[in-house]
């Protein structure tokens, strides 16, 4: 019956409150039992008593106002001296001696017992004289079930079962507002998650919304992992069907001997060997990605020079570089400390941002590859970088002076498959867009950063921020 959490809280209120009410029931009980009001009514009449004797007739004395009191209102009258002393008594004789109260602090009803153990309910008070009058009766006997059903009874049915009925409603809504937004998320949960998914308000108190939040948050990145899978496959198909077609189309032409000269052969052949080379390499990059992604990509950690494998990837590209009328340039200091990483990954890094320097900068241009160290205080473009360490952060950056890329396309640029030029896409010259996001890859690897900075016509400067240990760095 009670399997849903709405109905649990409200269980839950229930039995809370339903306890709190019988120990406030209980308490009141005892304090009736203790106090009941027969007593009560009592002590009120003995002090009226007392107010008209202390008033009394100025004719007469207080003996005799006292015994008119008392056949009058059926008590007994005394007065005491200053020490305690019986001065008179109006039922003398007539009943045990009745001895002068003394205090009692946690006694709720006044009373004090004669000689023969009779208890008497009283009311005591100083004369100007400095005598002591008090007025006492026989205390009442009553039963436990008077007191249930006198005094009990009526104020719990006329308070206690409203109260109880009205903390139910309010528990009732109590656990509404704590259950229907989680109701929300686990509806929301059943459904599919579509793209156009929309997300959940945040309501309830502050567990709940946070648990929403935090479900938001969920939708969101399954709705984002949804579309780069979709991306993803759409962008693989894309890459994969270009070489694919020039690959089945000369190799039909030479099955149906439409290539029929040995040059005609000698270029399919060519074709599908380019081709297939591309595809091989670029399943190879989907492959290091993938086991980037997964943590399982083989980096092994040593001491790297800086300097000098930047040199190398320089040396590397002389070739391309004076082809394409290009100068790439160096500008690190030889004394730079060591940096723990694995080598031919960050080779990878910087092979890649400098092919790209290159395929982009046009004839007189310049590539500079750039390396530093940063004091942790220096201002830096990202904040996040500056959380790298806490003491040093070494900078190494590839710029050149080609075309630059618009700002939205920065945006993107680390994704994979996207190439800021419509145009080049699909060209064998410029790849498959998935150079960068394995060098993003690498360098969060490394617990790196790596940004880009660029203006339009003024070229791009893509940045790498790496932690070192200053006291581990000259391993």
């Known amino acids: ?46 002090k009226a008593v007392e107010s008209v004797v202390m ?9 005799v106002v006292a015994e008119n009191a008392t056949r009058t209102f059926d008590v007994r009258v005394l007065l005491y001296t200053k020490d305690g002393q ?19 602090f946690f006694a709720r009803i006044p009373f004090v017992r004669d000689e023969s153990g009779v208890t008497w309910l009283y009311s005591l008070q100083k004369l100007p004289d400095k005598t002591y009058l008090l007025v006492a009766s026989p205390r009442p006997r009553i039963s436990i079930a008077n007191i249930f059903t006198d005094d009990f ?24 507002w704590i259950a229907d937004p989680l109701q929300k998320v686990v509806a929301a949960a059943r459904e599919n998650l579509a793209v156009e998914e929309k997300l959940i308000g945040a309501q309830g108190p502050h567990e709940v919304k946070e648990l929403t939040r935090a479900f938001n948050s969920m939708v969101a990145r399954a709705q984002a992992s949804q579309k780069s899978q979709r991306e993803f496959v759409a962008n693989v198909s894309h890459e994969l069907k270009t070489p694919l077609t020039s690959i089945q189309g000369f190799a039909q032409a030479i099955l ?58 320089a040396e590397k590209f002389t070739p391309q570089s004076q082809k394409a009328g290009v100068q790439i340039k160096v500008d690190a200091d030889s004394n730079l400390p060591k940096l723990t990483a694995d080598g031919d990954r960050l080779a990878q890094v910087f092979t890649n941002l400098v092919d790209n320097a290159l395929k982009f900068t046009p004839n007189g241009g310049l590539i500079t590859l750039r390396a ?56 064998e010259k410029h790849g498959a867009g998935l150079g960068l996001a394995i060098a993003h890859e690498i360098v969060q690897a490394h617990g790196g950063r790596i940004s880009v900075r660029s203006k339009l016509g003024e070229g791009t400067t893509f940045e790498v921020f790496f932690p070192y240990n200053k006291n581990n760095s000259h391993l």
């Open 372 to 427: 530093q160290t940063l004091e942790s205080g220096s201002l830096l473009p990202d904040k996040s970088i500056s959380k790298l360490m806490d003491s040093k952060i070494m900078l190494i950056s590839v710029t050149d002076t080609g075309a630059g890329i618009s700002p939205e396309a920065q945006a993107h640029i680390f994704d994979r498959f996207y190439q800021a030029d419509p145009a080049r896409k699909g060209g």
């Open 55 to 63: 008033t009394g007739n100025g004719s007469q004395s207080i003996s």
């Open 86 to 104: 019986v001065i008179f008594d109006t039922q003398s004789g007539k009943q045990s001696a009745l001895p002068f109260p003394q205090k009692r």
């Open 153 to 176: 009874l009526p104020i719990i049915l006329q308070s206690g079962v409203v109260a109880l009925l009205l903390s139910l409603v309010v528990a009732f809504f109590v656990a509404r």
């Open 1 to 46: 019956m009670f399997t849903s959490l709405r109905s649990r809280l409200w269980l839950s209120y229930a039995l809370v409150i339903t306890t709190a009410l019988s120990i406030v029931a209980l308490v009141l009980f005892i304090y009736l039992l203790r106090n009941p009001l027969l007593y009560r009514q009592t002590i009120q009449r003995l």
């Open 256 to 313: 149906d001997s439409t290539a029929d000269t040995d040059a005609a052969r000698q270029q399919a052949a060519q074709v599908i060997y380019d081709e297939s080379a591309r595809m091989h390499r670029m399943v190879l990059d989907l492959l290091d990605l993938a086991k980037l992604d997964a943590g399982t990509a083989d980096i092994t950690m040593s001491s790297v020079q800086i300097p000098a494998l930047l040199n190398v990837i």
